[in-house]
């Protein structure tokens, strides 16, 4: 039942943003292959649809976990913040903070179509699609540029999702 509240939760989001758009146009939204990327591969952190490569809002709440330390990657922090079941990733310069990686940890959180831990291949597939690569623990999608989505297996069983720069 709390899965299925959040993604009635997401949904509603989803249709408030479309209205929005509509409100502010005059008329119906281009669906661009750049919107339904976001989309799909957003994931709803308190309200607000969150996609890899976007900057940090400043006005997610407090997250329930903190954790910050020097970056190996930019003259800066890697941050990562926890809200609920999502992991968010970020890397701050000093200027500006962008999203570098998302994660849903547990069966709280789901991606923009329902696909959550626990759920199995054929689900993925039927609702993403095919992927770039696949294995037996694995299926990969492009998910926008420079932006790929892991759905990783075990027994075809989903064990782990995340959202992250490409390799």
């Given amino acids: 039942?709390?899965?299925?509240?959040?993604?009635?939760?997401?949904?509603?989001?989803?249709?408030?943003l479309m209205t929005s758009l509509v409100a502010c146009t005059g008329g119906e939204p281009e669906v661009t292959e750049e919107t339904r990327r976001v989309t799909e591969?957003?994931?709803n952190v308190n309200g607000k649809e969150l996609f890899v490569g976007m900057d940090m809002p400043k006005d997610l709440g407090e997250p329930t976990a903190y954790f910050e330390a020097a970056s190996c990657a930019i003259q800066g922090l890697d941050k990562d913040y926890t809200y609920g079941s999502?992991?968010?990733?970020?890397?701050?310069?000093?200027?500006s903070e962008r999203i570098v990686g998302l994660t849903i940890l547990d069966d709280g959180a789901a991606t923009a179509v329902g696909v959550t831990i626990g759920d199995g291949r054929d689900k993925i597939v039927g609702a993403h699609g095919t992927p770039k690569s696949e294995s037996e623990t694995a299926l990969i999608y492009a998910a926008g540029e420079g932006v790929i989505a892991k759905f990783l297996l075990r027994d075809g069983t989903v064990t782990s999702i995340a959202y992250?720069?490409?390799?």
Avoid: Q
């Fill in 1 to 16: 039942m709390k899965t299925y509240l959040k993604i009635v939760a997401a949904v509603l989001a989803l249709m408030m």
């Fill in 41 to 43: 591969w957003s994931l």
């Fill in 86 to 95: 999502i992991l968010v990733k970020t890397e701050d310069d000093g200027k």
């Fill in 164 to 167: 992250t720069l490409g390799e």
